[in-house]
């Protein structure tokens, strides 16, 4: 009779074989990496259960700032002798809200289930599950008491690399921005676009003001800059 302990021995190699067979096979190089960024990136994006940094909360800061657009718009106008404005218009409050990282998980990458074959699904999920995509959510408000608007949005990151509006391990982000108010000006969305590398994203918004007494005479853009990466950093 063979030794038992010898055959359970021999049974678990054979299965762990099997398994970096299987493993092979069935995922993407891709979806692989990703399913292994816990162990190759900063301790936040270990997985669960092992050392971690703590995860931060939510932020909010506020401050004061002069639109320097505006600033040259509204000189340029008065000194050619408009009336009835006044540079005080170009003085705003800016509030600042960063979300707390959350990790994604299989339920936000469901969307891209008919876009993958079912393997490489699998695995982001499995991704997703283990921590390795993360996401945090932004909100700049501009207001000055006649006029406010604001630029919001959502972006993903994994260590490696950080997405908003692309999709990328199953997951899509977005950038919004919105005139909140306008009294006594028109206020369009002249661009809300992004650019950048693969590991930092430059997320634009620019928006155009005309000054309705003036007919329109005296305008300017006022462009801001949001800029997210890879570790979940955000700064402007």
């Known amino acids: 009779m063979k030794n038992p ?119 982001l999920q499995a991704a997703a599950a283990a921590g390795a995509v993360q996401s945090k959510t932004f909100n700049r408000t501009y207001d000055n008491v006649v006029v406010a608007w604001h630029q919001s949005g959502r972006f993903y990151y994994n260590g490696s690399r950080a997405w908003v509006s692309t999709t990328y391990s199953g997951a899509t982000g977005y950038q919004s921005c919105v005139v909140d108010r306008a009294i006594g000006y028109i206020i369009e969305v002249k661009k809300c676009d992004e650019s950048g ?13 005309s000054v309705v007494p003036s007919g329109g005479t005296v305008n300017w853009d006022t462009e801001w800059h949001t800029y997210v990466n890879a570790t979940g950093s955000v700064w402007w």
């Open 197 to 209: 590398t693969t590991t930092t994203r430059n997320l634009r918004a620019m928006f155009h003001s």
């Open 5 to 123: 302990v010898a055959q359970l021995a021999t049974a678990i190699e054979q299965f762990g074989d099997s398994m970096k067979k299987l493993t092979s096979a069935s995922l993407g190089a891709a979806a692989l990496t990703a399913l292994l960024l816990a162990g190759s990136v900063s301790p936040a994006f270990a997985a669960p259960g092992t050392s971690k940094t703590a995860v931060a909360s939510s932020t909010t800061s506020t401050t004061t700032g002069v639109d320097e657009a505006c600033l040259a718009a509204v000189n340029t106008a008065i000194s050619r002798g408009e009336t009835g404005i006044s540079t005080d218009v170009c003085t705003y409050t800016q509030t600042v809200t960063v979300s707390a990282p959350a990790q994604a998980t299989p339920a936000d990458i469901q969307a891209a289930r008919g876009t993958l074959s079912k393997s490489d699904y699998q695995s």
